[in-house]
């Protein structure tokens, strides 16, 4: 069956800091993964696009890695700000299907 | 992003009653989605159109339907709404769905009583 899990289903981290998500998945054949970030109430907004050769692409601060061996992805921020409160989706694309996570909602404090 | 525009932005309606959800995009974009998102679940395929004259079933498209109108025109309708179609309605465009990005609109907003 194909899935998209990721963890952890929530994260507050202070102003400043690093944080890591995480993206497993079970989707095949594979052809692209991508991750967007969705503010509250508004529609989601692509960060990376990242196919089966491409181990890792940054978009600013953020930074996602993939290991499609293990069917992994991950998404880094550095530094972060109050504005990157917001939920983080993974998706992942066999071809002219995307499979989506339900997201990591992330909280930033001061 | 207002190159995709959905409206109404927020609706509220009663069991078996018949309402559309429009979406219109100036990205020229030929692919035109629409996706359902509820709370503790990723976002769902409902139907999605590859061109004005093609028309495709989602995931979940049981009890809903589109009517691509033009290029830029992609309507979502629910014949007779129930209590279980209240989520959060996002339509998205893209020019494939190869490498290329999607493209989502503001959502709406969906109560059935």
């Known amino acids: 069956k194909n899935q998209v899990e990721q963890s952890p289903q929530s994260l507050i981290i202070l102003e400043g800091k690093n944080c890591t998500l995480q993206?497993?998945?079970?989707?095949?054949?594979?052809?692209?993964l991508r991750w967007y970030k969705q503010d509250t109430g508004r529609g989601p907004v692509s960060l990376t696009i990242?196919?089966?050769?491409?181990n890792t692409k940054s978009n600013g601060r953020y930074t996602a890695t993939l290991d499609a061996d293990t069917k992994q992805s991950s998404l880094h921020i550095t530094a972060s700000q109050l504005s990157d409160s917001a939920s983080y989706i993974c998706?992942?694309?066999?071809?002219?299907?995307?499979?989506f996570g339900t997201g990591t909602r992330l909280t930033v404090i001061p | 992003d207002a190159d995709v525009t959905q409206t109404p932005r927020n609706r509220i309606t009663k069991t078996g009653k018949r309402i559309m959800l429009e979406c219109s995009q100036t990205?020229?974009?030929?692919?035109m989605y629409w996706y359902r998102q509820d709370p503790g679940l990723g976002l769902r395929l409902i139907y999605y159109?590859?061109?004005?004259?093609?028309?495709n079933k989602g995931e979940i498209s049981d009890g809903y339907s589109v009517s691509r109108q033009a290029q830029a025109k992609f309507s979502l309708s629910l014949e007779s709404a129930i209590p279980n179609q209240t989520a959060l309605y996002f339509c998205?465009?893209?020019?494939?769905?190869?490498?290329?990005?999607?493209?989502f609109g503001p959502g709406t907003r969906l109560l059935v009583l």
């Open positions: 159109s590859f061109d004005v004259k093609d028309i």
């Open positions: 998205a465009t893209s020019e494939t769905t190869g490498r290329e990005t999607q493209y």
């Open positions: 993206c497993n998945y079970t989707v095949s054949p594979f052809s692209n």
């Open positions: 998706v992942v694309s066999p071809s002219n299907n995307l499979f």
């Open positions: 990205k020229g974009h030929d692919r």
């Open positions: 990242m196919t089966f050769s491409e």
